[in-house]
């Protein structure tokens, strides 16, 4: 067994962020609202119809990604469209995908 060494641990606010981080992942709403964005980029109306929820609670949830940094928009006209930050988004529930399929 490898020699343990506290410096391969995170820090308590590193530790804290990371929380923080993964607990967003915790709302199915959410989360289909990254799976439908990983494909395309959406408007709140069309988020809505596609996930059968109202325009209101659809862009609450968008407010909550975008704070956290996983959803960027951009206004075209009136219409503010909205999709995934980073790729890095989209392979976090791909490898938490997979790692239940292997359960």
């Known amino acids: 067994m490898d020699e343990f060494d506290r410096r391969d641990i995170p820090d308590e606010s590193e530790l804290s962020e ?3 981080f993964f607990r967003i992942f915790g709302d199915q ?3 289909r609202i990254l799976y439908a ?3 395309n980029e959406l408007c709140v109306c069309d988020l809505a119809k596609l996930l059968g929820a109202s325009q209101s609670a659809v862009s609450h949830q968008l407010q909550v990604l975008r704070s956290h940094r996983l959803v960027k928009y ?3 006209g009136k219409t503010v469209f909205y999709s995934l930050d980073d790729g ?3 392979s976090i529930l791909d490898i938490g995908t997979k790692h239940l399929e292997e359960v």
Request: aromatic share 6%; hydrophobic share 40%.
């Open 18 to 20: 990371l929380s923080d």
């Open 74 to 76: 951009r206004r075209e």
């Open 37 to 39: 964005l990983a494909k």
């Open 88 to 90: 890095h988004i989209f």
């Open 29 to 31: 709403t959410r989360l």
